[in-house]
């Protein structure tokens, strides 16, 4: 990838540039990187690999712990978020998409703070 990035989109090199540009923590930025790339071992990525049986939510138990439902779907993700006054449109279906929207449309102190949110969760 940082010898040929022709395999990678306009809009994943635009939302990497965003991640490695927060001013937060290497720790955060990793593992906002690692949930980008899917990398995290959620209940639904480990079920994938035939790691583990169940792939339900055990915060909620409503839906499938995927990227995506554990940062901003599960209902305690969603509490958290409504406190700190993030919103978003309701179309963001994919965490990719969701995250770089919220880059793109926060200011600089904002950014960090959603970062370590994610991170925090």
Known sequence: MLLDNSNVSIKEQKMFK??????CPSK???LIWKFVQNY??????LHYRRLFADNC???C???????THTV?????SAQVWSKLDVQWPSSMINFNEWLSWLLE?????RKGVIAVTIWAI
């Open 28 to 30: 955060i930025r990793i």
């Open 61 to 67: 138990g409503q839906g499938c712990e995927s990227s």
């Open 72 to 76: 901003r779907d599960c209902l305690f």
């Open 57 to 59: 939510c055990t915060s």
């Open 40 to 45: 995290v071992p959620t209940f639904q990525n």
């Open 105 to 109: 449309n926060s200011d600089k102190n």
């Open 18 to 23: 965003q991640i490695w540009s927060l001013e």
